[in-house]
């Protein structure tokens, strides 16, 4: 079965640095990706996904993510992070339809 | 826009009581989906429904059971509410693999507190 590994349970950054979030996922054949963020008591929003084609994805909010197939990896960057980005983060693959998620990262800000 | 409506945003139930979480979706979703969500754990899928009437068990199907009679209408059945079901519930519905495009959209949630 698929599974969504996130590393990191919490991350700070100062607003203006560079981000990288990192997961790591499990599954046999080219895996549909995602990135979804939760702003404190709202809903899950998408961030943008991979499907096939080009590695280097972009998505809103000026984040982007790279899949690379030998790491099994799907990265989220954005190369400077504002105070409103201060969220969970969840990576997720799709398989035969079923959606799986990782733990979550949870970005803090310092201003 | 698509939209995922969950019934309620607030429960709180008493110990052994049944709970009924009802969600709607808009967009002729083949998929839907009811996933729990706990600080540390993320989201965990509960059931998932790739058709009506058709439901698969997901990670912990343990202590719950769903309904899908319509397209459009997934319900998660908690029986006997015990402590340990308090937590935030989603549904989310997405198209089917067939589409080319699975993104999965989410309701608001619904927070159940069993006490």
């Known amino acids: 079965a698929q599974s969504v590994t996130q590393p990191d349970i919490h991350i700070t950054v100062s607003e203006g640095a560079s981000l990288e979030l990192r997961c790591n996922y499990s599954y046999g054949a080219t895996p549909y990706l995602f990135w979804y963020v939760q702003s404190p008591g709202q809903g899950l929003q998408l961030l943008l996904k991979y499907f096939s084609g080009d590695t280097l994805v972009q998505g809103i909010k000026g984040f982007e993510a790279e899949f690379k197939r030998s790491q099994s990896s799907f990265n989220l960057r954005k190369p400077s992070v504002h105070w409103s980005d201060a969220a969970e983060y969840f990576c997720?693959?799709?398989?035969?339809?079923?959606?799986?998620f990782g733990k979550g990262t949870r970005l803090h800000i310092l201003p | 826009d698509v939209k995922v409506t969950q019934s309620s945003r607030y429960l709180v139930k008493r110990t052994g009581e049944k709970v009924f979480l009802e969600c709607v979706q808009d967009m002729d979703h083949e998929n839907m989906f009811w996933y729990r969500q706990d600080p540390g754990l993320g989201l965990r899928l509960i059931y998932f429904s790739y058709d009506v009437k058709m439901k698969e068990k997901g990670d912990i199907p343990e202590g719950y059971s769903v309904s899908r009679e319509k397209k459009e209408r997934f319900s998660l059945i908690l029986e006997s509410t015990s402590t340990n079901q308090t937590s935030m519930y989603l549904c989310?519905?997405?198209f089917g693999q067939g589409s080319g495009d699975t993104e999965a959209f989410f309701g608001q949630g619904t927070r159940l507190t069993v006490v």
């Open positions: 989310a519905s997405s």
């Open positions: 997720a693959v799709e398989e035969d339809d079923k959606i799986i």
